[in-house]
């Protein structure tokens, strides 16, 4: 089963900040946070990850809080393409550790 | 740099058919991963493979079977086909031990 859990769905206006949430209450200390989303009919995207320092990438940033159970990945301007469903995964890096999709959540951007 | 290649893309087989979906990594990495994706679910993990084996498997059937190469590209077989099968199978491929995993576009598998 996934660890982690996400709202099923959520919409945004295009142009303005995407704040995607993400609960992993039983993450353990060696976990590692990851973001994928998957654009209709094509193969997951990475976006980005992060252990417990906030990270920063050219597609996102990824909020996590201090005690590490829960996250926020942040599109800064959500545009028609970021359109998607948006997983959230907690995995161990390092190992063969396999990475446990949940059902994620769509987040659909409205022009 | 090509990324993460599949083929086929789509096919069509009928129950009791074996059917073999073929992966090609990014180039430099060694692992690869497969899932299977059903509609409206997130990918399930079946296997991965490093240095020509397999070194993890998800809950499915030995009917699901896999094969790593020399030059780390990877086939999946499924034997004796069920309608249940049909889903969209991906291939991840990874360096070892690095967290990042890359897609392919996917094999979508139609049973009838």
């Known amino acids: 089963d996934a660890k982690t859990t996400q709202p099923t769905s959520m919409d945004c206006a295009e142009g303005r900040a995407a704040n995607l949430p993400c609960n992993h209450s039983?993450?353990?200390?060696?976990?590692?946070v990851y973001w994928y989303r998957q654009i209709h009919s094509q193969g997951p995207q990475y976006i980005i990850h992060?252990?417990?320092n906030n990270e920063t990438n050219e597609m996102a940033s990824l909020i996590i809080t201090e005690d590490r159970k829960s996250s926020t990945l942040i599109l800064p301007h959500a545009t028609l393409r970021d359109t998607a469903v948006y997983y959230c995964?907690?995995?161990?890096?390092?190992?063969?550790?396999?990475?446990?999709f949940g059902k994620g959540m769509k987040l659909t951007v409205n022009p | 740099d090509a990324g993460v290649t599949q083929s086929p893309t789509h096919l069509i087989k009928t129950r009791g058919q074996q059917v073999t979906l073929r992966c090609s990594p990014k180039?430099?990495?060694?692992?690869v991963s497969w899932y299977q994706q059903a509609l409206g679910q997130g990918p399930q993990f079946i296997f991965q493979?490093?240095?020509?084996?397999?070194?993890q498997r998800g809950n499915f059937p030995d009917r699901f079977s896999g094969h790593q190469f020399p030059n780390y590209s990877s086939e999946l077989n499924v034997n004796a086909l069920l309608l249940g099968d049909s889903a969209l199978y991906l291939c991840?491929?990874?360096?070892?031990?690095?967290?990042?995993?890359?897609f392919g576009e996917g094999s979508r598998l139609t049973v009838l």
């Open positions: 991840a491929s990874s360096l070892s031990n690095t967290g990042e995993l890359f």
């Open positions: 180039s430099g990495h060694d692992t």
């Open positions: 039983t993450i353990s200390g060696n976990e590692y």
């Open positions: 493979y490093y240095e020509e084996e397999e070194r």
């Open positions: 995964i907690v995995r161990v890096v390092g190992g063969s550790e396999k990475l446990v």
């Open positions: 992060g252990l417990k």
